[in-house]
């Protein structure tokens, strides 16, 4: 309902409806972007970026979608587009939980082997690697389904895809990731 009533005063003209949207999402935007980017200052750059747009795109909103739907997948947008631009390393220490891989996280994290530097970041580089090999579109149906925790629904929302692909997208990629994962670990061993 609140998201209506600033659209209405946005497009009438009021500014503080903007600010009162900003501050509502912001939150939300800055958790989204740091969970693609993993470092707090760009998320917070970049989640800039995402009210920019939308400031700039709110007259021509269509409400084809939730306002809220619509803000995600501006900010998915931006944040690959960051990730693109800066071909940036990603911490991944969580990885192996999030595929239920206990062995991997705990290799990762230098507990079954020694920890240096060096071993640390040749593993992201390698972890790295094993990432980029997904699909974009399994990528991010991957981090917003089990980072962020989104369901399918508002999944394929923020995508503009269905539920079904949404589904298939999160399973090929948990798929892959977990048996690259463990080949790379049986290599290293």
Not at 74 to 92: P, S
Not at 96 to 120: N, V
Request: charge should be positive.
């Amino acid at each position: 309902m609140e998201d209506i009533a600033w659209l209405e005063r946005f497009q009438l003209g009021d500014k503080t409806a903007f600010n009162q949207l900003v501050l509502h999402y912001r939150s939300s935007v800055i958790t989204t972007c740091y969970r693609f980017l993993l470092n707090q200052q760009d998320a917070e750059d970049i989640s800039q970026d995402v009210f920019v747009a939308v400031y700039q795109s709110l007259s021509s909103f269509r409400g084809d979608s939730k306002l809220s739907t619509w803000i995600y997948r501006i900010t998915v947008t931006k944040c690959l587009d960051e990730i693109k631009r800066r071909h940036r390393k990603k911490r991944i220490s969580s990885l192996g939980k999030l595929l239920h891989i206990d062995i991997f996280s705990d290799w990762i994290s230098g507990g079954t082997m020694p920890d240096t530097a060096l071993h640390e970041n040749e593993r992201l580089r390698e972890v790295e690697i094993v990432l980029n090999t997904l699909p974009e579109n399994q990528r991010i149906a991957f981090t917003l389904s089990k980072i962020d925790g989104f369901s399918p629904r508002e999944i394929s929302e923020i995508m503009n895809i269905s539920v079904l692909a949404v589904d298939s997208l999160v399973y090929r990629a948990k798929k892959k990731t977990t048996q690259e994962l463990l080949s790379l670990l049986k290599n290293n061993q």
